[in-house]
């Protein structure tokens, strides 16, 4: 166990619709990351956000945006959704802001599934 | 453009014998590597890394090698165990900016008693 809690555990749904994936990081750690990793790929990086502010930006488009709230949590929302957008959706966690020692803590994912 | 690049997709080896997967870079920048384990219905974790200024890290049963100069790194892990089996993720950052992690589409391992 991680220590990141992630919800939905599984989500399906259908084209044209929207969806918020709920991540909870790891007691004490301010950064959150948020990963797609669709069938066959690597993790893609979409966003960072450290204390509450966004830190970085990856390949995210623009149908998806993401916060941090003041209890650490953080909220991706995916809207208008495609059958591409199909994939594994981690969150990670860090105490810092950088990803240089390698600790970060992956929650389980959210499987999203768009029909 | 796929910077961090994993060839083989899976890789089978008996209990005992040595494990070793591969993973290639393209982008100079990158000076941090790292290899994450994933087992199915679960996040990645972290298993090793290394740094730039170093060709290997050794850590218990897992060491891993970089050869800067042919932009390659490799995980060998001795002995294998049915345990070890899993998804292998290599990842790569640069020390510029925000030093975003840049993973492999990954190698599953399967060692097989």
């Known amino acids: 166990d991680s220590g990141v809690t992630q919800t939905p555990k599984h989500l399906i749904t259908a084209t044209g619709q929207r969806v918020t994936l709920r991540c909870s990081p790891r007691?004490?750690?301010?950064?959150v990351y948020w990963y797609q990793q669709s069938l066959d790929q690597g993790l893609q990086f979409l966003i960072q956000y450290y204390n509450g502010e966004e830190r970085a930006k990856g390949n995210i488009l623009e149908r998806f945006s993401a916060q941090q709230f003041p209890d650490l949590h953080s909220e991706l929302n995916l809207s208008s959704l495609e059958l591409g957008d199909s994939a594994l959706y981690f969150c990670a966690s860090s105490v810092g802001q950088g990803a240089r020692t390698g600790e970060l803590f992956f929650g389980e994912g959210s499987r999203l599934t768009v029909l | 453009d796929q910077q961090v690049k994993q060839n083989s997709p899976s890789l089978s080896v008996q209990e005992g014998r040595i494990s070793i997967l591969n993973c290639d870079y393209t982008n100079s920048m990158f000076d941090y590597f790292l290899w994450y384990k994933k087992y199915p219905a679960e996040g990645p974790t972290f298993l090793i890394s290394?740094?730039?200024?170093?060709d290997k890290n050794e850590d218990g049963r897992f060491t891993v090698f970089l050869n800067k100069s042919a932009k390659h790194l490799s995980l060998h892990i001795v002995p294998s165990q049915p345990g070890d089996s899993a998804v292998y993720f290599c990842?790569?950052?640069?020390?510029?900016?925000?030093?975003?992690?840049?993973f492999g589409t990954g190698t599953r391992l399967l060692v097989s008693p």
């Open positions: 007691s004490g750690d301010l950064s």
């Open positions: 290394i740094s730039s200024i170093k």
């Open positions: 990842a790569a950052s640069a020390n510029t900016g925000f030093q975003k992690l840049v």
